[in-house]
């Protein structure tokens, strides 16, 4: 209850003391352009999927490349439930650059806009690569296949629960930091937020779910599109990035 009442109290301060009105702003066409690409890549993972075929036997420990063999363990349920579910209550974690503008319809249009497309490229990228690539998870390298993973101890790579974590920690850190670079709660709550987001991608590790490339990989997936959407959404920088209709198609520039 302690900790549900401080989050509550940052809220309110943040709310109250950071209102200024938001420096992002949705463009039908820039939008409808990115939003089809996302949706178009968030629909690949049910076109492509994986089948290792028969039951395997328990892999040789020997087989794993050496920057992840010193980090696999043995199955560990309650905390592979755990760490799944509290990834996903991490989605909610980008609400809190809103909250000063949240009355503002336009803002949070905007802000449900540029979530989504970040949610359906994460996702996308992520699962359709993890449903391309057969890669035992840890734990079979230990006792085998657990109960009730008959259909999942083959998609260890990347890691859906990793993605969505840092995919919130990045944006929540990126509209924060360009809604009030000046606030005094912008440094607790970055480091916050990542500090939850790598807690999870060790929870998964630990728990026997995932290596530790499984994890950096999903970190850096989410990492860009969670950077990348609020950018392209600011209101003073159209020059950065233009959508330009020609006779074949679309030119799209950007500048870094």
């Known amino acids: 209850m302690k900790k549900i009442a401080l989050v509550f109290i940052i809220v309110y301060s943040i709310q109250t003391h950071c209102f200024s009105q938001s420096v992002y702003q949705y463009d039908l066409t820039k939008d409808i352009i990115i939003g089809t690409l996302a949706l178009g890549i968030g629909m690949c993972p049910f076109f ?8 395997p036997e328990t892999p040789m420990k020997n087989s794993v490349n050496d920057f992840d063999k010193h980090l696999m363990f043995a199955y560990n349920k309650p905390l592979d439930l755990f760490s799944d579910n509290f990834a996903y209550a991490l989605a909610l974690l980008p ?15 905007t802000y449900g806009i540029m979530y989504g497309e ?21 734990y079979m390298y230990a006792d085998g296949i657990p109960a009730g993973k008959e259909k999942d101890y083959y998609n260890s790579f990347p890691s859906g629960a990793v993605s969505f974590s840092f995919l919130s920690a990045t944006f929540l850190s990126t509209t924060f930091s360009q809604e009030f670079p000046e606030s005094k709660w912008k440094i607790p709550i970055i480091a916050g937020s990542y500090t939850l987001a790598a807690g999870v991608g060790a929870m998964r590790i630990v728990s026997g779910a995932h290596f530790l490339t499984d994890v950096l990989t999903s970190a850096a997936i989410s990492s860009l599109f969670g950077w990348l959407i609020p950018c392209l959404h600011l209101k003073n920088d159209n020059e950065r990035f233009t959508i330009i209709p020609a006779v074949d198609g679309i030119i799209v520039s950007m500048k870094f």
């Open 48 to 55: 492509i999927q994986n089948n290792p075929g028969n039951t």
């Open 118 to 138: 970040a949610l359906l490229l994460t996702y996308g990228t992520t699962f359709t690569i993890k449903n391309a690539v057969i890669r035992h998870r840890p």
């Open 95 to 109: 609400i809190i650059s809103l909250m000063p503008n949240i009355k503002d319809s336009n803002s949070a249009i």
